[in-house]
């Protein structure tokens, strides 16, 4: 998930898990703050500033009001004005996006609708049917409009950054550039310290993979080739898949001992390190722009190549550095009555009691 849709995640997630009780009047008629022409909906705000107070209360099983007042830590804000500040900027980040997409001309179509309804048919399934989905929607105190306006959210995010890219904000130059900025390549010669059930071998296993790694090395000190090393005694089923190696930036999902040695190779380099799942002699190769179209191991999982998804990631950069420059222009201004009443409410409706200590719990 790219940093944009993280702001707005949150909220999704409130559908799902927070148990917030349906109020018959809303409490969310006026904005609860303003950029410029933006307008921050309350409702936005109060599920981000929501989640956050159930999150702490849950954790701290304490009521709200017992710790609001407290630091966070050293040098910041309260607990309360710390949720705020943040709420108020996930929120109104989220409004500005709305408003950028409506200053380039952007519109949702027909298509993109029925997307967001097919992933509410989704949801629907998963919960088993639409009475029990549209129950678990009201429990969260919010009506189903404002749980698809924020999958609209999310499909404005992605218009946005196709706009951006139009535009050209990632160029096959820029692609280029941040590639030999950020990522390698690397290949590793994999032995062992596990058997195919994932179970930790023996002491006698260990100090054998482990031998066998320090030989290999001498090998290749000696002058043998790495591949021919590799393909005889390598143990990553990924280095048969892919033999011209991994193309990796410090985000992928890899170990992170195989990580930190990664990147303090220089080109042609190698070098043997204890990772979780064994011996890593892992070496270095140059970057080459045919490794663009490399598959990319990161959090999006294996669906986009490298290229891509530093494509993604420069137009979201562009997309975010649009919205810092609207929020530096236009002062946010916050209607207190309606931040006070928010925060009312929430306490009205979600009264926190904190769990009972078990017997043992209690005796220590």
């Not at 309804?117 to 989905?133: K, M, W």
């Not at 390549?185 to 993979?209: C, M, N, P």
């Not at 490794?291 to 986009?304: R, V």
Request: hydrophobic share 40%.
């Amino acid at each position: 998930m790219n940093f944009v849709k993280k702001t707005l995640a949150l909220a999704l997630a409130l559908v799902l898990a927070l148990s917030l009780t349906a109020c018959s009047s809303s409490p969310f008629k006026n904005p609860v703050a303003s950029l410029g022409e933006t307008s921050v909906p309350s409702e936005d705000f109060y599920y981000y500033y929501a989640s956050m107070v159930t999150s702490f209360v849950q954790q701290r099983n304490l009521p709200f009001d017992s710790f609001k007042d407290e630091t966070m830590e050293e040098g910041s804000g309260t607990y309360e004005e710390e949720i705020v500040n943040y709420a108020l900027d996930l929120a109104s980040t989220q409004a500005v996006i709305n408003t950028l997409f409506d200053q380039r001309g952007l519109k949702l179509t027909e298509e993109d609708e029925a997307d967001i309804e097919a992933e509410i048919n989704q949801y629907i399934s998963l919960y088993g049917g639409e009475l029990a989905f549209a129950a678990a929607v009201e429990q969260a105190g919010m009506s189903l409009d404002y749980f698809r306006e924020n999958l609209r959210a999310y499909r404005r995010i992605d218009l946005l950054n196709e706009s951006l890219a139009a535009e050209g904000a990632a160029t096959d130059e820029a692609i280029w550039e941040a590639a030999q900025e950020s990522f390698i390549r690397v290949k590793h010669i994999l032995i062992k310290t596990s058997d195919d059930s994932g179970a930790t071998l023996d002491e006698a296993g260990i100090t054998a993979a482990m031998n066998q790694a320090n030989d290999l090395v001498a090998r290749l000190d000696a002058g043998e080739d790495f591949d021919a090393l590799m393909k005889e005694y390598g143990q990553d089923p990924g280095m048969v898949a892919t033999p011209d190696g991994y193309v990796i930036d410090q985000n992928v999902a890899f170990d992170t001992a195989f990580l930190a040695t990664s990147f303090t190779l220089d080109v042609d380099e190698y070098e043997l390190v204890l990772g979780s799942h064994g011996y890593h002699i892992i070496k270095r190769f140059p970057l080459r722009q045919q490794d663009l179209e490399a598959t990319y191991y990161g959090y999006t999982g294996t669906a986009d190549t490298v290229g891509n998804t530093i494509a993604t990631t420069l137009t979201e950069d562009q997309l975010i550095a649009a919205i810092e420059a609207y929020k530096e222009e236009n002062e946010l201004v916050i209607d207190e009555d309606v931040l006070a009443s928010l925060k009312q409410h929430y306490a009205k409706e979600n009264p926190f009691t904190p769990a009972e200590e078990s017997g043992e719990e209690a005796a220590e």
